[in-house]
DNA sequence: GCGCTGTGTTTCAGGGGTAAAACAAAGTCT
DNA sequence: AGACTTTGTTTTACCCCTGAAACACAGCGC
């Protein structure tokens, strides 16, 4: 009686999907977990397909990845390929590095660009005269 | 500390929509079960707003209500997701924090959300000298 | 009356999901 | 080298969701 319903909820899936999206942002479990609200240890289980999420915390991750509930039930649209390529350059940021970012970056207006650069350079020459340390932060 | 992650599924909405559906059709607790294959006992619950089900006995009766999952949830724009994503959860505003969502910010190229994230934490470091002096971790 | 059926609700033991913390491995400083 | 941080994983204790069964009430026929 219990088993002619299967279940919907296509774990694999959507911890494929996660763990896709969290690898090309660059992003360590905590910072997801900081995020969307799920916790790093069930984050780890849902992206190694272990046990069933609750509602809650697929809700937080499909809305995370921005992509319908109906996407990670059991036979629906095939996904959609990367849309999204994501080059990442660790370097020191310096003022003319992030200038020359910001103005590469086509979601900002010139203007913006140019005020956010200038901003930066300003802290960056506070920042530098107090502080010995590198204030870059490498991560792989 | 998990306390600004409110709730997605609601709950309320579920169950009334059930309960309307299933008096429409002139069905009892145990024909719905038949169906769908929730328990009654469960179905109970839901149409009385007690407790959260799990996702698979929501996903199965959205699927009975014909509606989508998003319908049940809260903070959640099914159509205008475009550009301008809503933020679902407000925390406190630490550098960590800060720089996750910076660098979960699809708009933003990877070096515009380190460049913002730096940026960030120099005026934050700043402003925590000057002020309170309220250090963010367990620096000693 | 008495039994029977159907209804929604509640109890119950079991299972399993959760977040925090502890953990080991690898990297990053000084 | 050592100490410290960061990473993903696993352990831990708690919480609660689940379905079956028991329950209370109603309606109906005999």
Redesign the interface.
Known sequence: MTR??K???NTEELGRAVHRRREE???SLR??A????V?ASTLSRIENGTG?????N???LT??L?V???RI?SGRHPQSAAA?P?V??PQE?TPEI?EA??R??R??TPETASA?SE??RV??A??SRTSNEK??KKRR
């Open positions: 002619p319903f279940a919907l909820v942002l660059g992003l910072d997801v900081n995020v969307t609200g916790s069933k999420p609750d509602a809650d697929i809700a937080r809305s995370w921005d319908p509930m109906e039930l999204n994501v990442y350059y940021p992030v970012h910001l590469a970056d979601n900002l956010l901003l930066f802290a960056y506070q920042f204030p870059t």
